[in-house]
């Protein structure tokens, strides 16, 4: 088999992280390298690489990623302005090929994105 992901790892606690949240299927840590005061990373255990990756029986546990973020949101009392992220694939930014979404709050956001 090939080599566990990051994010897997990460999942398994086999690399060290900020973990936040954890349940059976999610797992949330900050991020490594955050873009605004909180980054907190959103991750289903399930290695999903892309977007583009998702079936159709990956609409539910896709959807509790929300579920989580709208929690961790109010958690950390950035309900005034957040902003949700996922990029799919190396044009948009991916640079880790397990799905994930970026919780994003703290700061003023601009519209476009970069
Ligand atoms: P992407 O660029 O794929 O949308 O987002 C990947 C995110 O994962 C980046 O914001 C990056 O800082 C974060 N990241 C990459 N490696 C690690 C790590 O080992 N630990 C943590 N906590 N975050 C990471
Ligand atoms: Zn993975």
């Not at 009392?77 to 991916?94: H, S």
Request: hydrophobic fraction near 40%; glycine fraction near 6%.
């Amino acid at each position: 088999m090939s080599e566990k992901c990051i994010f897997c790892k990460i999942a398994d606690k086999e690399i060290s992280s900020s973990i936040v949240y954890e349940d059976p299927e999610i797992v949330a840590f900050n991020d490594i390298n955050p873009q605004a005061p909180v980054h907190i990373i959103i991750i289903p255990r399930k290695h999903i690489p892309r977007v583009m990756d998702l079936e159709e029986n990956d609409a539910a546990l896709i959807g509790k990623l929300f579920i989580v973020a709208k929690k961790l949101a109010k958690e950390k009392e950035i309900e005034d302005g957040y902003r949700l992220v996922i990029n799919c694939n190396p044009g948009a930014g991916q640079s880790v090929f397990h799905i994930h979404l970026h919780l994003l709050g703290g700061r003023k956001f601009t519209w476009p994105p970069g």
